[in-house]
């Protein structure tokens, strides 16, 4: 199930990229499509976001509850 996981994570970050490529080419981008992008970006910056404040929240949790034990065992 986990490999399921990160491959959807990995596809979910490369399937802009054929769109992106076209854009480039165009002279003319319509406003929706510039607005999608913009809100997939969004979306991508408050994932990253989440995992960090996750990852901190885990960190500092394990840590102070590590200090404590060697605190209150010494």
Same mark, same amino acid.
């Given at each position: 199930? /986990? @490999?399921?996981?990160?491959?959807?994570? =990995? %596809?979910?970050?490369? $399937?802009?990229?054929?769109?992106?490529?076209? *854009?480039?080419?165009?002279? /003319? @981008?319509?406003?929706?499509?510039?607005? =999608? %992008?913009?809100?997939? $970006?969004?979306?991508?910056?408050?994932?990253? *976001?989440?995992?960090?404040?996750?990852?901190?929240?885990?960190?500092?949790?394990?840590?102070?509850?590590?200090?404590?034990?060697?605190?209150?065992?010494?």
């Amino acid at each position: 199930m /986990e @490999v399921l996981w990160a491959f959807s994570i =990995y %596809l979910e970050v490369a $399937a802009p990229l054929p769109q992106l490529f076209v *854009l480039q080419r165009q002279e /003319e @981008v319509e406003g929706i499509t510039i607005r =999608y %992008l913009i809100a997939l $970006a969004g979306h991508r910056v408050f994932y990253l *976001l989440n995992w960090i404040y996750r990852y901190a929240l885990y960190f500092l949790t394990t840590k102070c509850r590590d200090i404590l034990r060697l605190l209150g065992s010494g």
